[in-house]
């Protein structure tokens, strides 16, 4: 394939696992309510035992962007290291099929492809338990100059800092898509993915990143204050656009000197919010690659974060192109 991508996405492969669960369930399981957790495989099996029946679907937060791109009508790539096991089958069936170009090698040998399994409790809140497994094989030879060359941004997963090789993979795919003239998108993932690399994360935003995700957890841990406005304002200027989410409160665009407010969607019901952020930032890039302004770029991000927390699971249920056109954007 030769076509131009709009954004290409590099991040950790992981199937969603999806099932109901009771607060109730959650305390008898010790397990942290809305927390994300990483596991081992003995605590994968034991508490993918104990779960109600669940959905599979290929998932993983940068994954869940590019499957949002490609549904807007964008064209999107992604790497992600999975094993040539029965769930490394689906996330590749399920990501191409999303309209998806998805390339990388499998892992013939070494850890099985990652899972998440996730509770869904009745007030929608989601408790994420990730077993990284294959995910952290990714390495610098995962990455293809021609994949990056071909895209206009290339957004990294925060979550993929952790594993050392992984983030080789990261720095190089960032050199090579400023090399190319491309830009270098980051999310940050998750507060506690910042506290462990703070130091790091503002290396990696002074040095390579012009677009930049955070929610407010996470713009206050990387800046180690307790007030989000101080936070705000730590950050400005340091990259082209800094993308600031915060649930019902919308978001908060900085770009060009200028701060853009954009409200949440309404919602009839939140279900799930498990992908609320990755749809968001998906929407947004999907935009922003369009020519869309900051604030109409937000305003795609937000309707795409409706979408999908109206219902159980990280990917739509209906053509986001639709959508948007339906509201119009």
């Known amino acids: 394939m030769s076509q131009q991508l709009d954004v290409t996405g590099i991040g950790n492969a992981i199937v969603d696992v999806l099932a109901h669960a009771t607060d109730e369930q959650l305390t008898r399981l010790a397990l942290h309510k809305g927390a994300m957790a990483l596991i ?8 993918y035992d104990q779960m109600a029946p669940a959905v599979e679907v290929s998932g993983g937060s940068v994954a869940n962007s590019m499957a949002a791109i490609a549904s807007l009508g964008g064209k999107a790539g992604y790497v992600g290291k ?16 999303a309209g998806v170009e998805f390339t990388s090698r499998k892992s013939e ?4 492809t990652a899972r998440c399994l996730i509770l869904v409790t009745p007030d ?4 994420l338990n990730t077993y990284l497994g294959a995910c952290v094989e990714l390495g610098p030879e995962d990455i293809d100059e021609a994949l990056i060359a071909r895209s206009k941004v290339v957004y990294l997963e925060g979550y993929l800092w952790d594993p050392p090789r992984a983030k080789e993979a990261l720095l190089k795919a960032a050199n090579l898509a400023h090399k190319h003239g491309g830009r270098v998108a980051l999310s940050l993932s998750d507060a506690f993915c910042v506290g462990r690399h703070r130091a790091e994360f503002n290396r990696l935003i002074e040095d390579h ?3 930049l995700f955070a929610n407010e957890d996470e713009i206050i841990s990387l800046n180690q204050t307790d007030n989000f406005e101080q936070a705000l304002s730590a950050v400005r200027g340091r990259c082209e656009v800094t993308v600031l989410t915060r649930g019902a409160q919308g978001a908060i665009v900085l770009a060009n000197d200028e701060r853009f ?4 969607e309404p919602v009839e019901r939140v279900v799930d919010t498990t992908g609320a952020g990755d749809l968001f930032a998906g929407g947004f890039l999907y935009g922003f690659t369009h020519g869309y302004g900051p604030a109409d770029a937000a305003r795609i991000g937000a309707i795409c974060a409706a979408e999908v927390i109206g219902h159980v699971g990280a990917r739509c249920t209906r053509p986001l192109d639709e959508l948007i056109k ?4």
């Open 124 to 127: 929608g809140q989601r408790t």
């Open 40 to 47: 081992d495989t003995a605590a994968a099996d034991s508490l």
């Open 261 to 264: 407010v954009v409200a949440a």
């Open 209 to 211: 990143v012009d677009i």
């Open 109 to 112: 040998s070494g850890p099985p």
């Open 82 to 97: 999975v094993h040539a096991d029965q769930l490394g089958q689906l996330f590749s069936h399920d990501i191409r099929a």
């Open 326 to 329: 339906a509201k119009g954007v």
